[in-house]
């Protein structure tokens, strides 16, 4: 939760009383869900609760926030992970992921709904920069786990590459063990993530402005161009044949890349001025 | 003494009121934005929406959510797609999965194109992102 986003101080004042409570042994199946404590804190956004009211609606975490046109600003009590996104922005989108009507949420949520209607406003116009394409990389984490929980079951399969299958089996802890420490190299493959062995050979992630760097200065130099080359096509949209070509597009547009595993695992360039305000997140959220 | 403690007594309770009021002077600000709340029109709680929306906006209209036409939120500031309970319920009005399936609300076509300020509520937020690409998606 980031409780100094502006949907919690304006034009509405938004007290947020945190209490504690348990947990949800669900969450510890998922990425980070380990390391969470016995309790929580959260901050109660309406009076009802499911199955009283419908259960609401959170969405995929990973990569939420990897594009300057979105935000994660809250998770909320769920069954679907402790980072899952209940009060998040994509553009001109606002997610409002809790189900009570006005009459049935809080005094702070009633004000909190409010001040994300005023908020959201600021946004006309800027329709989403990224379509959702692609699954973030952390999902590989959570693959893994099914690995211990489903490891029999045909569709397991589908989620690892077939070397990483004859390798690991069905253990679990080696699949995310191997996933972690290649976290920074890891793209889509036929089935579930791949490393990049090409991008790991650098030693640069593959979601760092330093590839750009690396592979332009390889061009330039004439070392492994090929190599360089196939690297620049794959992370941009771009497919330019000369060295210098590649060079001032990346002076042109430095300040203003960034790297989406949601939208593609490409480097896109940030045409949009109005940038968002959510710098990180925690796990404490409503319900 | 008595008369003192009662006055004493007499003056808490104004500090108490007063305090009470001042919490709710800020909330009936109306601001100047033009709401379109597309839902389902004719609920309990799209009233209920309407009725919150009405003490706080400048204007309110509410609308159909299968009907609803990107046209339709010309002249809004921001439109709002919600949906009442999808969920099958038992006599008491609780949630019983058990007792059939979900009843998913027929999202209405939005180009990629549109760029008005929207907040998404729940089963009809999740609909019209699943169409948009968006990174708000129903996991």
Redesign the interface.
């Known amino acids: 939760m980031v409780p100094t986003h502006e949907i919690f101080q304006n ?3 938004v007290t947020i009383e945190f209490e504690e409570v348990g947990t949800p042994e669900s969450y510890r199946h998922w990425p980070g869900g380990v390391e969470l404590g016995e309790k929580m804190k959260v901050w109660k956004v309406q009076n009802k609760e ?5 259960p ?5 975490p990973y ?2 926030d990897d ?1 300057p046109d ?1 935000e994660a600003i809250s998770s909320g009590i769920n069954s ?1 992970g402790p980072e ?2 209940a009060l ?1 922005r ?8 809790f ?1 009570a ?3 049935d949420m809080t005094e702070s949520g ?2 909190c709904f ?1 001040n ?3 908020y ?9 920069l990224v ?3 692609s699954q973030g990389r952390r999902w590989a984490l959570v693959y893994a786990g099914y690995a211990k929980t489903y490891g029999d079951q045909d569709f397991v399969k589908n989620l690892f590459p077939k070397s990483l299958r004859e390798e690991f089996g069905t253990d679990s802890d080696r699949y995310v063990k191997y996933y972690q420490d290649n976290l920074e190299y890891l793209h889509p493959g036929e089935h579930g993530f791949e490393v990049d062995d090409e991008v790991k050979q650098l030693g640069v992630s593959n979601r760092q402005i330093e590839l750009l760097d690396r592979c332009v200065k390889m061009l330039e130099d004439r070392d492994h161009a090929e190599l360089a080359q196939r690297i620049l096509k794959r992370y941009t949209t771009e497919n330019f044949k000369e060295p210098a070509q590649w060079r001032a597009w990346l002076e042109q547009h430095r300040e203003r890349l960034f790297f989406t595993d ?1 939208g593609g695992y490409k480097f896109l360039v940030n045409s949009q001025s109005l940038q968002r305000t959510t710098e990180k997140t925690s796990t404490t959220g409503g319900r | 003494m008595l008369c003192k403690a009662l006055i004493g007594l007499t003056s808490a309770v104004l500090l108490v009121t007063a305090a009470a009021r001042a919490a709710d002077d800020v909330a009936p600000v109306k601001l100047d934005l033009r709401i379109l709340y597309a839902g389902n029109r004719e609920s309990d709680r799209a009233k209920d929406f309407a009725a919150f929306l009405e003490e706080h906006f400048a204007k309110v209209t509410v609308a159909g959510l299968a009907d609803f036409k990107p046209s339709d939120a010309d002249g809004h500031d921001v439109v709002i797609f919600d949906w009442t309970s999808i969920y099958p319920r038992d006599k008491t009005g609780k949630i019983d999965n058990s007792l059939g399936s979900i009843s998913m609300p027929q999202a209405p076509a939005l180009p990629q194109r549109f760029s008005r300020p929207t907040v998404l509520i729940g089963a009809a937020g999740g609909q019209l992102a699943g169409s948009q690409q968006l990174k708000i998606n129903w996991l």
């Open positions: 034009p509405f004042p499911f199955p009283e009211i419908d609401g609606l959170v969405s995929d990569g939420f594009s979105a679907k899952a996104v998040g994509h553009g001109n989108f606002f997610l409002w992921g189900s009507q006005p009459s009633r004000h409010l994300a209607i005023c959201i406003k600021k946004f006309d116009g800027q329709s989403p379509r959702k394409t949601a």
